[in-house]
């Protein structure tokens, strides 16, 4: 992004680089004194007039419109010393779109850059549905810059029948288009999103087995039941489920135990596995059996 001219009002752009100029600040100090001049005239000569007028003035409401005309007049002469929004410099944006940005700070191009509420400017981009985090400075003569900290989503809760995007601290992400993010694991349970960083922390680090999981419930307000291959149901335990987890990994790196019509290993007793096979799988084994 580069900047905009004077002549017309044109909504900035927006620049990735963190890095300004080397120091344009120094050419409008060096056309300061001129403009200087006449502020401090103006602002002496604010101070004199309100002296002079005393408290009828006050009591009348001259002195705030005095103060406004004032204000009006050293924010114009600002503006022509060189102090007017040219350039809007971003750093870490990544899913907030350009134009919702851009409408939440409120300025324009040619605007004078002592004028903007930064404040104001600042509440409105940290409620934007993605930023986590933001800072917005002037950087003089004539570029606004904002340092942007983005949610990261890590998942979709399911609730009563719909899906939500979730960042990495449980809270909701506010998104219509939820399909974008189908590849996310599917979280079940109220009390899920606030305990799902840890519960799938612990699934990839068995990478080969957690890449396979499709969806987590929180059960009971206490454990959880992993969904894998969308078909199979593993029952992990309360205590310790890291140590079940990779049990079960082993268990099927060397012996492929989720590959035989299994639909639920239940963990949830320490030191034992119980596997339940599917209706048809155990009728065929059945059949076998007389056979023989």
């Known amino acids: 992004m580069r900047t905009v001219g004077k002549s017309k ?78 350039d809007v410099m971003v750093v870490g944006r990544d899913r907030t779109k350009r134009d919702d940005l851009l409408r939440a700070i409120g300025t324009q191009a040619g605007d004078p850059i002592l004028k903007i509420d930064l404040q104001g400017a600042h509440a409105r981009v940290a409620g934007l549905a993605w930023v986590k985090e933001a800072r917005l400075e002037r ?8 340092s942007l900290v983005e949610r990261q989503p890590m998942a ?37 999103p606030t305990r799902a ?45 890291s140590e079940a987890w990779a049990q079960l990994a082993k268990m099927e790196r060397e012996h492929g135990v989720l590959r035989r019509d299994v639909i639920t290993i239940d963990m949830r007793l320490r030191d034992q596995l119980v596997v339940r096979v599917a209706p048809a799988a155990a009728a065929r084994k059945r059949d076998r059996g007389r056979d023989t």
């Open 9 to 86: 009002r044109r909504e900035p752009t927006l620049s990735k680089s963190s890095r300004g100029a080397p120091n344009r600040a120094s050419s409008w100090l060096r056309r300061l004194p001129t403009h200087g001049l006449i502020l401090s005239c103006l602002f002496i000569g604010a101070l004199a007039g309100i002296g002079g007028v005393g408290w009828h003035t006050v009591n009348s409401g001259l002195l705030t419109r005095l103060a406004m005309s004032t204000e009006a007049a050293v924010v114009d002469l600002t503006r022509q010393s060189g102090l007017e929004i040219r």
């Open 197 to 241: 960083r840890e519960v799938l922390t612990m699934l990839a680090g068995e990478p080969d087995l957690g890449g396979r999981v499709r969806a987590i419930t929180w059960v009971s307000e206490r454990r959880w039941d992993v969904r894998v291959d969308d078909q199979i149901n593993v029952q992990l335990p309360e205590q310790d489920p």
């Open 139 to 146: 950087r003089l003569p004539d570029t606004i810059f904002v």
């Open 156 to 192: 979709l809760w399911q609730r009563d029948g719909k899906l939500h995007v979730i960042d990495l601290d449980g809270g909701v992400i506010p998104n219509r288009d939820v399909s974008k993010f189908s590849d996310l694991p599917i979280v079940i349970g109220d009390e899920a």
